[in-house]
């Protein structure tokens, strides 16, 4: 199992930004691809974008043009840079590899834009 600690959420208006940063211990994460997923309330977890161990990327429709997802393998740490946030962007966020492990999911932090 992977301890992953997702950081970064809070309460932001319509059109603005945050940056949400996913750490872990793991010694080989430099080799994984991994991915960011958001769950809204009474909705499925659905992937947002993901990561490859070289750097290419991948996104949802709904969030291409906005959002960002980077990595710092020094730090083992992913992010997600999320600009022009919309009301539907308001969600749970977690950061898992991709495919996900079924059982290395975090605690999430929560993205609420609302004005």
């Known amino acids: 199992q992977v301890q992953l600690v997702e950081s970064g959420g809070g309460l932001v208006q319509p059109g603005g930004s945050l940056r949400l940063s996913c750490t872990t211990s793991?010694?080989?994460?430099?080799?994984?691809?991994m991915g960011w997923y958001r769950q809204a309330p009474g909705k499925q977890r659905d992937l947002v974008a993901h990561i490859n161990s070289g750097g290419n990327t991948n996104y949802a429709d709904s969030v291409k043009g906005r959002f960002t997802i980077s990595r710092d393998n020094a730090k083992n740490t992913v992010y997600l840079q999320m600009n022009t946030l919309k009301p539907e962007d308001t969600a749970v966020y977690y950061c898992?590899?991709?495919?996900?492990?079924?059982?290395?999911w975090g605690q999430g932090t929560q993205v609420t834009v609302s004005s």
């Open positions: 898992n590899k991709f495919p996900p492990g079924r059982n290395d």
């Open positions: 793991s010694s080989i994460f430099r080799f994984w691809t």
